[in-house]
């Protein structure tokens, strides 16, 4: 992972949770990599992002 990455798709403080490794880029892109708990509700299929 990347400042960038980090940046672009962490939370306030450039805390990433989650990676395209680890999640669709559906799932990043809708915030799944900033938040340290993710309502996977929202992310694709309703399911846990593997970890």
Not at 6 to 34: Q, S, W
């Amino acid at each position: 992972m990347t400042r960038d990455f980090a940046r672009v798709f962490g939370n306030n403080e450039n805390d990433v949770f989650g990676c395209l490794e680890c999640m669709t880029a559906t799932e990043v892109k809708k915030g799944g990599a900033r938040a340290e708990h993710v309502d996977t509700a929202k992310l694709i299929g309703g399911r846990e992002p593997l970890r």
